[in-house]
Nanobody
Framework: QVQLVESGGGLVQPGDSLTLSCTAS???????VGWFRQAPGKDRGLIAS????????RYADSVKGRFTISRDNPKKTVYLQMNSLKPEDTAVYYC???????????WGQGTQVTVSS
Protein backbone atom coordinates (compact mmCIF):
# COMPACT_ATOMS: atom_id res chain seq x y z
CA GLN A 1 0.00 0.00 0.00
CA VAL A 2 1.43 3.32 -1.05
CA GLN A 3 1.97 5.90 1.69
CA LEU A 4 1.51 9.58 0.99
CA VAL A 5 2.92 12.69 2.66
CA GLU A 6 1.40 16.14 2.21
CA SER A 7 3.38 19.36 2.52
CA GLY A 8 3.24 23.03 1.63
CA GLY A 9 0.49 24.30 3.89
CA GLY A 10 0.69 27.55 5.79
CA LEU A 11 -0.92 30.86 6.72
CA VAL A 12 -1.75 33.13 3.79
CA GLN A 13 -3.90 36.17 3.13
CA PRO A 14 -7.07 36.22 1.03
CA GLY A 15 -6.18 36.38 -2.65
CA ASP A 16 -2.81 34.71 -2.18
CA SER A 17 -1.60 31.52 -3.85
CA LEU A 18 -0.18 28.35 -2.37
CA THR A 19 1.01 25.04 -3.80
CA LEU A 20 0.60 21.80 -1.89
CA SER A 21 2.61 18.66 -2.61
CA CYS A 22 1.67 15.02 -2.11
CA THR A 23 4.67 12.70 -2.30
CA ALA A 24 4.34 8.94 -2.52
CA SER A 25 6.55 6.27 -0.96
CA UNK A 26 6.63 4.32 -4.23
CA UNK A 27 5.61 4.51 -7.85
CA UNK A 28 1.96 5.52 -8.03
CA UNK A 29 1.61 6.15 -11.76
CA UNK A 30 -1.11 3.48 -11.99
CA UNK A 31 -3.23 5.15 -9.29
CA UNK A 32 -5.83 7.89 -9.25
CA VAL A 33 -4.86 10.59 -6.75
CA GLY A 34 -7.25 12.89 -4.96
CA TRP A 35 -6.95 15.97 -2.79
CA PHE A 36 -9.43 16.29 0.05
CA ARG A 37 -9.99 18.89 2.72
CA GLN A 38 -11.66 19.03 6.10
CA ALA A 39 -12.66 22.28 7.75
CA PRO A 40 -13.43 22.44 11.49
CA GLY A 41 -16.79 20.87 12.21
CA LYS A 42 -17.23 19.61 8.66
CA ASP A 43 -16.75 16.29 6.90
CA ARG A 44 -13.73 15.59 4.75
CA GLY A 45 -14.58 16.04 1.09
CA LEU A 46 -12.94 15.46 -2.27
CA ILE A 47 -11.98 18.70 -4.01
CA ALA A 48 -9.78 17.54 -6.87
CA SER A 49 -8.62 14.33 -8.50
CA UNK A 50 -6.32 13.33 -11.31
CA UNK A 51 -6.51 10.11 -13.27
CA UNK A 52 -3.78 7.56 -13.74
CA UNK A 53 -4.08 7.59 -17.53
CA UNK A 54 -4.09 10.85 -19.41
CA UNK A 55 -3.91 13.00 -16.29
CA UNK A 56 -7.60 13.89 -16.50
CA UNK A 57 -8.51 16.24 -13.67
CA ARG A 58 -11.82 16.89 -11.94
CA TYR A 59 -12.77 19.53 -9.40
CA ALA A 60 -15.43 20.33 -6.88
CA ASP A 61 -17.47 23.39 -7.78
CA SER A 62 -16.08 25.23 -4.77
CA VAL A 63 -12.54 25.24 -6.20
CA LYS A 64 -13.12 25.01 -9.95
CA GLY A 65 -11.26 27.75 -11.80
CA ARG A 66 -9.03 28.54 -8.81
CA PHE A 67 -7.26 25.25 -8.04
CA THR A 68 -5.22 23.07 -10.40
CA ILE A 69 -4.14 19.51 -9.75
CA SER A 70 -1.15 18.04 -11.58
CA ARG A 71 1.14 15.07 -11.27
CA ASP A 72 4.82 14.33 -11.88
CA ASN A 73 5.09 10.56 -11.88
CA PRO A 74 8.92 10.35 -12.02
CA LYS A 75 9.00 12.52 -8.88
CA LYS A 76 6.16 10.49 -7.34
CA THR A 77 4.41 13.75 -6.54
CA VAL A 78 0.99 15.29 -7.12
CA TYR A 79 0.56 19.03 -6.71
CA LEU A 80 -2.38 21.25 -5.88
CA GLN A 81 -1.89 24.80 -7.07
CA MET A 82 -4.32 27.04 -5.20
CA ASN A 83 -4.96 30.58 -6.43
CA SER A 84 -7.28 33.35 -5.24
CA LEU A 85 -7.53 31.76 -1.83
CA LYS A 86 -10.52 32.62 0.33
CA PRO A 87 -11.09 32.33 4.09
CA GLU A 88 -13.49 29.46 3.39
CA ASP A 89 -10.57 27.48 1.93
CA THR A 90 -9.19 27.18 5.45
CA ALA A 91 -8.93 23.47 6.24
CA VAL A 92 -6.62 20.53 6.69
CA TYR A 93 -5.76 19.23 3.23
CA TYR A 94 -5.17 15.53 2.62
CA CYS A 95 -4.21 13.43 -0.36
CA UNK A 96 -5.03 9.81 -1.03
CA UNK A 97 -4.69 7.35 -3.88
CA UNK A 98 -6.67 4.49 -5.31
CA UNK A 99 -6.90 2.00 -8.11
CA UNK A 100 -9.72 2.97 -10.50
CA UNK A 101 -12.98 1.67 -9.08
CA UNK A 102 -11.60 1.15 -5.59
CA UNK A 103 -11.79 3.32 -2.47
CA UNK A 104 -9.17 5.93 -1.66
CA UNK A 105 -6.38 4.75 0.64
CA UNK A 106 -2.87 5.62 1.81
CA TRP A 107 -3.99 8.77 3.61
CA GLY A 108 -1.30 11.18 4.73
CA GLN A 109 -1.29 13.18 7.95
CA GLY A 110 -2.62 16.29 6.27
CA THR A 111 -1.31 19.83 5.96
CA GLN A 112 -3.02 22.88 7.43
CA VAL A 113 -3.99 25.77 5.18
CA THR A 114 -5.23 28.92 6.89
CA VAL A 115 -6.48 31.87 4.87
CA SER A 116 -6.86 34.95 7.04
CA SER A 117 -6.13 38.64 6.97
Amino acid sequence: QVQLVESGGGLVQPGDSLTLSCTASEDFSSLVVGWFRQAPGKDRGLIASISNIGGISRYADSVKGRFTISRDNPKKTVYLQMNSLKPEDTAVYYCAAKRPGWDYDGWGQGTQVTVSS
